[in-house]
């Protein structure tokens, strides 16, 4: 199975701020990347598919880059929404696999 | 808009099954490739199975292969998981997520909201 490594596990930060979290596959992926939020007690929330496409309806200030086993996920200007969790996964090969998350947290 | 209404969850014995449901409405059902993924107490998340958009298609966890099987019925619009010789590892919040792409292998890009399945004796 494919592993998929984040980094940082969590993150404090403050409104405003520029965050950027990163996923490491242990193998290429090509751009078979999702990234998405979760929220306690709630549904998770696609943002971003295929590394860097924007799901329908995500606030622009999300991006995704990267491509093979290195990828990102950059919010440009945190808003108080962003507190969340966030995880990325691979779709490039089943099993699909998961990231163990990023929480990040109020500064 | 996406919707996705799991149901079915419930408190189960060892080695009981259950069978989860889906009710999906707001998009094209029959374009759609489908997936289940669960989410054990505290734990991160676990991929399940994916259906493809017309159910010729299907893959499994190891862990649940064997014991769980992925269908959907078009007439219904609704996507089930059957799950047989359920254990306490089988414990979780299950999600029914709807892919990008039809053959379902495009990312899963919608989510519900999740029912709880509790193993317990």
């Known amino acids: 199975d494919i592993q998929m490594t984040q980094s940082p596990s969590s993150l404090s930060a403050s409104v405003g701020d520029r965050v950027t979290i990163t996923c490491r596959a242990s193998?290429?992926?090509?751009?078979?990347l999702v990234w998405f939020q979760q929220k306690p007690g709630k549904a998770p929330k696609s943002l971003i598919y295929?590394?860097?496409s924007l799901q329908g309806g995500v606030p622009s200030r999300f991006s995704g880059s990267g491509s093979g086993t290195d990828f990102t996920l950059t919010i440009s200007s945190l808003q108080p929404e962003d507190f969340a969790t966030y995880f990325c996964?691979?779709?490039?090969?089943?099993?699909?696999?998961f990231g163990q998350g990023t929480r990040l947290e109020t500064k | 808009q996406v919707q996705l209404e799991e149901s079915g969850g419930g408190v189960v014995q060892p080695g009981m099954s259950l069978r989860l449901s889906c009710a999906a409405s707001?998009?094209?059902?029959?374009?759609?490739?489908m997936h289940w993924v669960r989410q054990a107490p505290g734990k991160g998340l676990e991929w399940v199975a994916v259906?493809?958009?017309?159910?010729?298609?299907?893959h499994y966890a190891d862990s649940v292969k064997g014991r769980f099987t992925i269908s959907r019925d078009k007439s219904k619009s609704t996507l089930y998981l059957q799950m047989n010789d359920l254990g306490s590892e089988d414990t979780a919040v299950y999600y029914c997520?709807?892919?990008?792409?039809?053959?379902?292998?495009?990312?899963?890009?919608?989510w519900g909201q999740g029912t709880l399945v509790t193993v317990s004796s």
């Open positions: 259906i493809s958009y017309d159910g010729s298609d299907t």
């Open positions: 996964l691979q779709y490039n090969t089943y099993p699909i696999t």
């Open positions: 707001g998009f094209t059902f029959i374009s759609s490739g």
């Open positions: 997520a709807k892919d990008n792409h039809g053959s379902g292998s495009g990312g899963i890009g919608d």
């Open positions: 295929g590394a860097s």
């Open positions: 193998q290429d992926i090509y751009t078979y």
